[in-house]
Every structure is written in C-alpha cells, then in structure tokens.
C-alpha cells in the first residue's frame, strides 16, 4: 500500500485523505521512500528506501527492554517498539522517545486513550497517563523539557 505524505494537506491513499492518527499507526511499521517531485508533483528523484526506524534502533530498544514496558505486563514476545510521545505530536526517534510494548494488548496514543510516558532508560522510569489528563500531561512535558535542555548543555 502506497501512501502520499504531501506538503501540504492530510496524507492520502489513492486520492482518499487518511486521519492522522491511522497514518501514524501505518508508519511504525512503514518503508518510506521519498521522492522529490516539482512543482507541478512530477517525480525529480526517488530517495532510498528505508523504515521508519532502523533495525539497529529497534534491536536497541528490544535488548534495552527485554518486555513490555505496559505497567505490570511481562509479556516478553510479540512486542513492538512504540513511540511514547507519537511522532503525529512531534516525537522523535530517539532511544528516549521509543519503549517495547505488545500494542496489540495495550490501547496506546495516538489510537488510544493514553501515553507510556517518562524515562524509558530507566526500569522504572515509565509512568501511563490518559491524554486527557493536563496536569499530569503539562508536569511530564516540563521534566522532558528540562532533560532536553540539560542534554543540550552537556
Ligand atoms: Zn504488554
């Protein structure tokens, strides 16, 4: 399945607009390939093709966590790396950003209703939060600004 991410507008399948968040569940497990096109959208360039994360990234995490990172779920097989902050809300891919976690079982943003959120590189650094919980939501994003800016200044 082909789906175009233009620069403007909703990405689409066939001309058909897709929501955000079915685009970001699509592109945890996507090869993307981009192409320059002009301004008329005819191609110029085809780029490499690659998945959204890289395996060494996903092995990364995998080895980090060994689980599900899901409070209390110790399931250790069918485990995806997941984005805690979605990339649809400006996450990014770094090992701080990603968690082991079976999505199958658990209802994880942006489909579902809550965030894995905290230090992943911490056995207990993770904490869930309904996304509809701004206090809590506003506290973990000033402590994640606050190791950002610590990690900026080393
Ligand atoms: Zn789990």
């Known amino acids: 399945m082909v ?3 233009p620069l403007r507008g909703p990405a689409t399948v066939a001309g058909v607009p897709l929501p955000d968040a079915m685009v970001e569940q699509l592109r945890a497990q996507a ?3 981009p192409v320059l096109v002009d301004d008329a959208g005819a191609p110029v ?3 490499r093709c690659e998945s959204a994360l890289s395996e060494k990234t996903k092995r ?3 080895r980090r966590d060994g689980r599900c990172r899901w409070p209390g779920c ?3 097989t069918g485990l995806e790396v997941h984005h805690l902050w979605p990339r ?3 996450g990014d891919d770094r090992i701080a950003n990603l968690a082991s976690v079976c999505t199958t079982h658990h209802r994880l943003a942006p489909q579902g209703p809550r965030l894995l959120l905290g230090n992943p590189n911490h056995p207990a650094g993770l904490v869930l939060v309904d996304h509809d919980d701004l206090p809590a939501l506003a506290q973990l994003a000033a402590e994640r600004a606050r ?3 610590g990690s900026a200044h080393r």
Request: proline share 0%; glycine share 10%.
């Open 3 to 5: 789906v175009e991410v």
């Open 31 to 33: 090869v993307v390939e």
């Open 45 to 47: 360039a085809v780029g």
């Open 60 to 62: 990364v995490v995998r």
């Open 74 to 76: 110790d399931r250790r």
């Open 88 to 90: 649809s809300w400006g």
């Open 147 to 149: 190791a950002d800016d």
